[in-house]
């Protein structure tokens, strides 16, 4: 009831015309049709305007016709990002405070997995105002059928209800725990179609819905939520083989030609230099002619998909210029966080039975019974100058490629490097529409937290946004913005734990840790951070599993050091110089683990520490200093394997 109070009470404040940003000029004006097309899981550089060579040449026409924008912020996966998406506000507020909530989280306000009663969505609004509202592809944000988009404001529906599945028909769950479900209009769907493909269904679903409505009166809102290319990577074949033998050159290959691409058009800076290749991604060149084939092939097949869903957004756009609406379209494009370099092997309920049954061979992949994924080295790739990938709060995880093209009007500019974030396209179609939020009306709906860009692409400023901070937290990583400046906690064992601070305008790769020397500003950052987490009810807690795994080692990285000085202690008689600079050097090397990326310095000391045991094995008289060794070999091993990401478990 609230609700449809606040939406009756929102059309009114339409009806009566707009006061504040919306003049009465303005509201007078035909309400512009919304088109939101969201990918899943595509990375900074895959669109040909974003450096890419993927031939992606409708995307490519709207960057020129509308706005690149190249700070473009997300959160670092899926449902959060959704969650601001839809309801402008920000994802502890709307219900989706973690993806996966620990057991403090759980029950916790913000956390309900759902899309909560705090919030209204972007289709219950516009459609309150007279829009028609067409849904169709991924929502990840309820699968009771009170939480569907069609309790959301979407008046037709085709959506896939969970995280991602297979893409073809009968389809493979993306997790064991996650059935694939597909809703119509609220109902829940039995079987596919034979020739089922996700993004050409998605596509001819909304344009069905566009062909039948085409005498409507009515403006439209379509949000378009693709799949692609989230894996199980699959896409027809034809399109695959069109990729085919693009990739053989490998990975860090493709990372430089894109990144000199990014330059050459004028998306990142000259003055950006690309960070060294990451020490725990193999190299090209290590991997055998079988690994090199199979990984090559997985990414023809991600390029394949991207390419497919350009085409079939192209017959959208195609359709509305046949039925003259395209021009009185704003159109939106955006990805829903960075490229997935985690090989689908580690997720979280996904074990060895559970691959059986996929066939991912070389012959096979990219076909309906084969489960393959990006992985690290080619997300790293498409990442390009930007650090890590989907799941990190780091630039490659949450800064993704956007484009908007505004209705009627051509901007000044063909590109924007203001700091743009998701929560800022409700409050734009809101003031495009001439519709105010049902929050300057009811106290009990949650605020808008993002900001108009609609003064910018009607040409009444020159800047996207002013120094406004904005700030999120995901999984117990935080970021805060603020101009030039990002400042940025992550928790162990995935970075340090400590606040950094980056000058991302010239240093989007976050190489350059400048805490030290703009303490102040830090400061100042770290207290805004602390405002708004109060503010959102932020849950405090790093990821579950993960932490009590880190919390374990590192007190037996203690009593290991412990250990070590005790027995320098009780041999100190016979000790030589080597012998105490070898301890030392292993109990900085410990330490060092914790507050590094010392993965050298650990597979050094874990092969000192094999060879002592070697030696050590021969004198019987001392066993304890074996088992020692082998204690400390296997801390040391379980904590290189932490920090190179295989526990790192995302629902994704
Ligand atoms: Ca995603």
């Not at 490998?250 to 998306?267: C, D, H, M, P």
């Not at 990984?295 to 210029?321: H, P």
Request: charged share 15%; hydrophobic share 40%.
């Amino acid at each position: 009831m609230r609700i449809l109070k606040a939406l009756a009470t929102a059309l009114a404040l339409f009806t009566l015309a707009g006061t504040g940003a919306v003049t009465a000029a303005e509201s007078a004006q035909v309400q512009p049709n919304i088109l939101l097309i969201v990918a899943d899981d595509m990375g900074y550089t895959d669109l040909g305007s974003f450096g890419g060579e993927i031939h992606t040449p409708n995307l490519n026409r709207l960057a020129e016709q509308g706005l690149r924008l190249t700070n473009f912020h997300t959160l670092p996966t899926c449902a959060p990002t959704r969650a601001v998406l839809l309801t402008g506000t920000d994802n502890h507020i709307a219900g989706l405070g973690s993806q996966l909530n620990s057991a403090k989280q759980q029950g916790q306000p913000g956390y309900e997995g759902h899309l909560n009663n705090r919030v209204v969505t972007a289709a219950e609004i516009l459609g309150a105002s007279g829009y028609r509202t067409y849904m169709a592809g991924k929502w990840h944000l309820g699968h009771e059928v009170s939480q569907r988009p069609a309790k959301r404001g979407f008046q037709e529906t085709f959506a896939l209800l969970p995280g991602g599945a297979g893409h073809f028909a009968e389809p493979v769950a993306l997790h064991p725990a996650e059935p694939v479900e597909y809703s119509r209009n609220g109902k829940t769907l039995g079987t596919l179609p034979e020739d089922f493909y996700s993004t050409r269904a998605y596509t001819e679903h909304l344009m069905a819905w566009l062909e039948r409505d085409a005498n409507s009166q009515s403006p439209f809102f379509a949000y378009l939520a693709y799949t692609a290319p989230h894996d199980p990577l699959h896409a027809p074949q034809a399109y695959i083989d069109k990729y085919k033998g693009h990739y053989d050159a490998g990975y860090e290959v493709l990372r430089e030609q894109r990144f000199i691409a990014l330059k050459v058009s004028g998306v990142l800076p000259e003055s950006v230099a690309l960070p060294v290749w990451p020490r725990i991604i193999p190299r090209w060149a290590s991997l055998s002619a079988e690994e090199k084939a199979l990984s090559s092939r997985n990414m023809e097949i991600y390029a394949a998909m991207i390419d497919y869903m350009d085409e079939q957004i192209g017959r959208v756009f195609e359709l509305l210029r046949q039925q003259g609406q395209l021009d009185n379209t704003l159109v939106v494009f955006m990805s829903d966080n960075g490229p997935n370099g985690l090989p689908s092997t580690t997720y979280p309920t996904h074990d060895a039975e559970y691959h059986a049954q996929f066939d991912n061979r070389l012959q096979n992949v990219g076909r309906p019974s084969s489960f393959p994924s990006l992985a690290a080295g080619w997300a790293t790739a498409s990442s390009a100058a930007l650090s890590k990938f989907k799941g990190f709060i780091t630039e490659g995880g949450i800064r993704t490629p956007a484009i908007v093209k505004p209705p009627s009007v051509q901007p000044a500019a063909s590109i924007n490097s203001d700091y743009v974030h998701v929560a800022d396209w409700l409050p734009t179609f809101l003031d495009l529409a001439g519709v105010h939020h049902p929050s300057t009306t009811d106290d009990s709906i949650a605020a808008l937290r993002g900001s108009s860009l609609a003064p910018f692409l009607r040409g009444k400023t020159t800047k996207l946004n002013g120094s406004k901070s904005r700030a999120f937290e995901v999984h117990g990583s935080r970021a805060i913005f603020k101009g030039k400046w990002k400042a940025t906690q992550a928790p162990p064992p995935f970075s340090s734990g400590e606040w950094k601070l980056f000058n991302i305008h010239n240093d989007p790769s976050e190489s350059i840790n400048l805490a030290h020397k703009e303490p102040e500003n830090l400061a100042e950052l770290i207290a805004e951070h602390e405002v708004y987490e109060k503010e959102v009810g932020v849950v405090y807690d790093a990821l579950p599993i993960v932490k009590p795994i880190h919390d374990a080692l590192k007190i037996l990285q203690w009593l290991i050091v412990a250990a070590i000085f005790w027995s320098m202690f009780l041999q100190r008689h016979h000790m030589s110089p080597a012998r105490i600079g070898y301890s030392l050097l292993q109990i900085v090397c410990l330490v060092g683990l914790f507050s590094a990326y010392f993965n050298i310095a650990g597979w050094a000391l874990i092969a000192g520490l094999l060879t002592e045991v070697l030696i050590l094995m021969r004198k019987p008289a001392c066993a304890s200093k074996v088992c020692l060794s082998l204690v400390s070999c296997t801390v040391l091993l379980l904590i290189l394997i932490i920090k190179s990401g295989y526990l790192l478990i995302f629902s994704l």
